[in-house]
T-cell receptor
Framework: EDQVTQSPEALRLQEGESSSLNCSYT??????LFWYRQDPGKGPEFLFT?????EEKEKERLKATLTKKESFLHITAPKPEDSATYLC??????????????WGAGTKLIIKP | EPEVTQTPSHQVTQMGQEVILRCVPI?????FYWYRQILGQKVEFLVS????????KSEIFDDQFSVERPDGSNFTLKIRSTKLEDSAMYFC???????????FGQGTRLTVV
């Protein structure tokens, strides 16, 4: 069964303390890996799409990388406003899946001032 | 900036009652989705809709669920006879196929009592 696993479940950092979040996947044939940010009581907000091993994307303090089995979301010098749950999802590799996403459980990131 | 709009933000209903959750996707998007997120659990795919018909649905999307695009702008999810376990956040999303970024609405919190 296709799986998306995120670790850690929760991460507390001091402001300015860099770290990485992990997303490992076991889908057979990756069509796309997505990172979203979710604030409490809100819908997921798109951050990045990665398609192939070695690909990297950056946005402000965030950088997403991809290997054949996992993706990392690196956060550099985070600020309290980066506190959120970060969700990883992969596109269902089955034929005709029309961008159906399989989601991880998320990493809850708390940045303390 | 274009956004997906969902109404109501919160719906409380009695078990066995019918509810309709409404979504206005981004106007030039072509694929529409419903996802749900039970409190503390992963986001789960329910259904995708394209060209005025369901293109995919999950095991969760059983006969009590239906979707409609009645007027070319609204996209609705109907739950015919709600159960306690239907309590969740329901998210609508839309996507322009040339772009893999799915835009999510803010969600409707459904509470079945």
């Amino acid at each position: 069964e296709d799986q998306v696993t995120q670790s850690p479940e929760a991460l507390r950092l001091q402001e300015g303390e860099s770290s990485s979040l992990n997303c490992s996947y076991t889908v057979s044939g990756l069509r796309g890996l997505f990172w979203y940010r979710q604030d409490p009581g809100k819908g997921p907000e798109f951050l990045f799409t990665l398609y192939s091993a070695g690909e990297e994307k950056e946005k402000e303090r965030l950088k997403a990388t991809l290997t054949k089995k996992e993706s990392f979301l690196h956060i550099t010098a985070p600020k309290p406003e980066d506190s959120a749950t970060y969700l990883c999802a992969v596109q269902d590799p089955s034929e005709g899946s029309n961008y159906q996403l399989i989601w991880g459980a998320g990493t809850k990131l708390i940045i303390k001032p | 900036e274009p956004e997906v709009t969902q109404t109501p933000s919160h719906q409380v209903t009695q078990m066995g009652q019918e509810v309709i959750l409404r979504c206005v996707p981004i106007s030039n998007h072509l694929y529409f989705y419903w996802y749900r997120q039970i409190l503390g659990q992963k986001v789960e795919f329910l259904v995708s809709f394209y060209n005025n018909e369901i293109s995919e649905k999950s095991e969760i999307f059983d006969d009590q669920f239906s979707v409609e695009r009645p007027d070319g702008s609204n996209f609705t999810l109907k739950i015919r006879s709600t159960k306690l376990e239907d309590s969740a956040m329901y998210f609508c999303a839309s996507i322009l196929p040339a772009n893999t970024e799915a835009f999510f609405g803010q969600g409707t919190r459904l509470t079945v009592v």
